[in-house]
């Protein structure tokens, strides 16, 4: 439901584009369809190279001559910024931009990216080493768009719901699960879900899980199949709510205050009509979609914000030791 976008700096290099009316068509494109007015926001944007793309872009972006074109180039950039996902480091220092481009084909490699993309020369250069890579003119068709939603409807099959989750879980610090059922029939998704979060590669760091459930007599049996799947160094945090109604998966990152407290900022939520039980293929799919804005905030006011009014005292799940 998230799809990501890696970009080199070329995109917003003046330069690099002979017909320039052109080239502020395809930026109007490029920022109409990535930011989507009426609707969440359905990608994210690689910030490689642990976070100097940005910079770089940055760079690229104030160099421009034409007064029009930066202005568009800034708004654009200055919303990608609210979308960025830190990608570790993959190669030598990228000097240039077909080097920016093989940064982003290795960390496709170790994490996919479902688009990269480079202005026209870039993506002749690196044709025959990456064949699906992307060039800004391709924006303009309806192709270069296509399975970029904000809404889904997955089969209820656990593994594949999971996978549509994947780019919350995978770039997230923290990550809650709401869910009334998780303590019962609906454990296994999120069992499967804890898993996954847990076992992504080191280089997206740790995250902090928090399952909030209803009151069940069956709660212990998930804390003890919980526990059986965390390693050392590895918590869960399980919040007890006398009454839910809904199915939410929230997640972001952390800000810190002056004072050095930490604090949850939520980036992305998906309101799940249902979950899968196990692997039922031909069962009626279910209804997901992204969250907007104001949904979002509500979501995580209500059950994840550190003073959220209510919230029950948690239960911290630990490995089980020998």
């Given at each position: 439901?998230?799809?990501?976008?890696?970009?080199?700096?070329?995109?917003?290099?003046?330069?690099?584009h002979e017909d320039k009316e052109a080239w502020r068509e395809q930026l109007k494109e490029l920022g109409r369809n990535l930011f989507p007015r009426v609707s969440a926001c359905p990608v994210v944007v690689s910030d490689l190279y642990a976070g100097s793309w940005n910079q770089v872009a940055d760079q690229t972006v104030k160099r421009i001559k034409d007064q029009r074109a930066r202005l568009l180039c800034e708004g654009i950039l200055q919303k990608m910024r609210e979308t960025l996902v830190s990608r570790p480091v993959c190669g030598d220092w990228p000097d240039e931009d077909i080097a920016w481009g093989r940064e982003a084909i290795a960390s496709d490699k170790a994490e996919s990216i479902e688009r990269?993309?480079?202005n026209a020369a870039t993506k002749n250069?690196?044709?025959?080493?990456?064949?699906?890579i992307r060039s800004l003119e391709?924006?303009?068709?309806?192709?270069?768009?296509r399975g970029i939603v904000s809404d889904a409807?997955?089969?209820?099959i656990i593994k594949d719901q999971i996978e549509l989750l994947k780019k919350l879980w995978m770039h997230s610090e923290w990550i809650a699960l709401i869910n009334p059922f998780s303590c019962g029939n609906e454990q296994d998704f999120a069992l499967h879900l804890i898993s996954e979060a847990f076992g992504r590669s080191s280089d997206f760091g740790r995250p902090h899980f928090e399952l909030h459930g209803q009151d069940d007599k069956?709660?212990?049996?998930?804390?003890?199949q919980v526990k059986s799947r965390l390693s050392v160094g590895q918590t869960v945090?399980?919040?007890?709510?006398?009454?839910?109604l809904d199915r939410i998966i929230l997640a972001g990152s952390y800000s810190r205050e002056s004072d050095g407290t930490k604090k949850k900022t939520v980036r992305w939520g998906v309101s799940m009509s249902h979950v899968a039980h196990g692997n039922e293929p031909?069962?009626?799919?279910?209804?997901w979609k992204l969250l907007r804005t104001e949904p979002l905030d509500y979501w995580f006011r209500k059950h994840v914000k550190e003073d959220a009014a209510g919230k029950p005292t948690p239960i911290p799940i630990t490995p089980v030791t020998v």
């Amino acid at each position: 439901m998230l799809t990501e976008f890696a970009f080199t700096p070329s995109i917003f290099d003046e330069d690099a584009h002979e017909d320039k009316e052109a080239w502020r068509e395809q930026l109007k494109e490029l920022g109409r369809n990535l930011f989507p007015r009426v609707s969440a926001c359905p990608v994210v944007v690689s910030d490689l190279y642990a976070g100097s793309w940005n910079q770089v872009a940055d760079q690229t972006v104030k160099r421009i001559k034409d007064q029009r074109a930066r202005l568009l180039c800034e708004g654009i950039l200055q919303k990608m910024r609210e979308t960025l996902v830190s990608r570790p480091v993959c190669g030598d220092w990228p000097d240039e931009d077909i080097a920016w481009g093989r940064e982003a084909i290795a960390s496709d490699k170790a994490e996919s990216i479902e688009r990269i993309v480079a202005n026209a020369a870039t993506k002749n250069a690196l044709l025959e080493e990456y064949k699906l890579i992307r060039s800004l003119e391709e924006v303009e068709e309806g192709g270069f768009w296509r399975g970029i939603v904000s809404d889904a409807s997955p089969k209820m099959i656990i593994k594949d719901q999971i996978e549509l989750l994947k780019k919350l879980w995978m770039h997230s610090e923290w990550i809650a699960l709401i869910n009334p059922f998780s303590c019962g029939n609906e454990q296994d998704f999120a069992l499967h879900l804890i898993s996954e979060a847990f076992g992504r590669s080191s280089d997206f760091g740790r995250p902090h899980f928090e399952l909030h459930g209803q009151d069940d007599k069956k709660w212990m049996n998930i804390v003890n199949q919980v526990k059986s799947r965390l390693s050392v160094g590895q918590t869960v945090y399980m919040y007890h709510w006398p009454k839910l109604l809904d199915r939410i998966i929230l997640a972001g990152s952390y800000s810190r205050e002056s004072d050095g407290t930490k604090k949850k900022t939520v980036r992305w939520g998906v309101s799940m009509s249902h979950v899968a039980h196990g692997n039922e293929p031909s069962a009626p799919p279910t209804e997901w979609k992204l969250l907007r804005t104001e949904p979002l905030d509500y979501w995580f006011r209500k059950h994840v914000k550190e003073d959220a009014a209510g919230k029950p005292t948690p239960i911290p799940i630990t490995p089980v030791t020998v």
